[in-house]
């Protein structure tokens, strides 16, 4: 299987974990551990980390959020079945949907 990030991924992370660090370095510490195992979670098994994100699309049957335990976010990743792309980390409020032109359409 091959892994890949979109080249957004890591600044959405220093990004969120640059707003908890205001509040609190622990805190932050805590939001990058919960993605680091998001992470690895869907790295062990893609198919079954995550809910299911309908799209309808053909080059990438299968998005699928991630939620964090403790904080407002999820991770979206697509699954083709030899390819795992992490495409973002997004709060929840947000509708994934948004963030699809993250991918690759071809």
Do not use: C
């Not at 660090?21 to 893609?46: C, M, N, V, W, Y």
């Not at 809910?51 to 979206?76: I, Q």
Request: charged share 25%; net charge neutral.
């Amino acid at each position: 299987m091959k892994v890949i990030f979109h080249p957004e991924f890591p600044d959405d992370q220093r990004k969120y974990q640059a707003g908890y660090a205001e509040i609190s370095a622990g805190l932050a510490t805590r939001f990058r551990q919960e993605i680091d195992e998001a992470i690895e979670a869907i790295k062990a098994s893609p198919s079954g980390a995550g809910h299911f994100v309908h799209t309808g699309s053909v080059v990438v049957p299968e998005f699928r959020r991630r939620n964090l335990e403790a904080f407002p976010f999820f991770v979206l990743y697509g699954w083709t079945g030899e390819l795992l792309i992490f495409g973002s980390i997004i709060p929840t409020r947000s509708d994934p949907l948004n963030w699809l032109t993250r991918f690759p359409e071809r």
